[in-house]
């Protein structure tokens, strides 16, 4: 079956401006996952849905940032006001459920490079 | 800090060479480990995973792990490298009660024909 997609491949902005990153799970996982992968930082974790839930936003590195799950499907990730330091490549995941007594794996997308000038 | 380790930044190796990648972590408690692995130009893989039971796991072409408790290590290996395993490695682990996955800083493997 088809995997977690990420649109668009490559996104150039200038500085200051928005950008919505999409993400397109697997069908029927119910958690999504964003991460974030750059020089100097590795890969690191931003935020997840349960559903349309996300019950911790902690991993967002500051209030320009946010995201939304509709449907209990496709989420975007909105960067307002747009920094040189937002460039990465932005990672979607999804899994078939986040219990955490439960065995499964993260499956990822393409990811989504951000260049910011 | 609950943190992820992997020892070497860069490897180059020749083919038919045995690989082996370290990973340490620092959480205490029941985790589950993994290595994913991203080849040029594609998205990351999963390789392995380690949830419970036997510490020795198999992955995808060719590919082992290791599960020491004791040592807090989750090692890759391979016996016999290709040309085609150049690609960057990446430990990861889930915490006990933790839902997202904490990564180790990536290997790059470069294999010379």
């Known amino acids: 079956g088809a995997g977690v997609s990420q649109s668009p491949s490559n996104k150039v902005t200038e500085k200051g401006k928005d950008v919505e990153l999409r993400c397109d799970p697997i069908?029927?996982?119910?958690?999504l996952y964003w991460y974030r992968q750059s020089l100097g930082q590795g890969l690191e974790f931003l935020i997840y849905f349960q559903g349309n839930s996300a019950p911790d936003k902690s991993g967002l590195p500051s209030d320009r940032f946010s995201a939304e799950r509709t449907g209990g499907s496709v989420s975007t990730l909105t960067i307002q006001r747009t920094q040189q330091e937002d460039s990465a490549v932005y990672l979607c995941?999804?899994?078939?459920?986040?219990?955490?007594?439960?065995?499964?794996?993260?499956?990822f997308g393409p990811g989504t490079r951000l260049t910011v000038t | 800090a609950q943190s992820v380790s992997q020892h070497n930044h860069h490897v180059i190796l020749s083919e038919a060479a045995s690989l082996e990648l370290g990973c340490n972590y620092s959480?205490?408690?029941?985790?589950?480990l993994f290595w994913y692995v991203q080849y040029p130009g594609q998205h990351l893989q999963l390789l392995l995973k380690y949830f419970s039971g036997d510490p020795l796991v198999k992955g995808i072409k060719g590919f082992e792990a290791e599960f020491i408790k004791s040592k807090f290590s989750f090692n890759l290996r391979k016996p016999s490298v290709q040309w085609s395993d150049t690609a960057e490695y990446f430990c990861?682990?889930?915490?006990?009660?933790?839902?997202?996955?904490?990564f180790g800083a990536g290997t790059t493997v470069t294999v010379r024909a």
């Open positions: 995941a999804s899994s078939l459920t986040i219990q955490t007594t439960s065995r499964y794996e993260q499956y």
């Open positions: 069908s029927g996982h119910t958690a």
């Open positions: 990861a682990v889930r915490g006990p009660n933790d839902y997202k996955l904490s």
């Open positions: 959480y205490g408690g029941t985790v589950n």
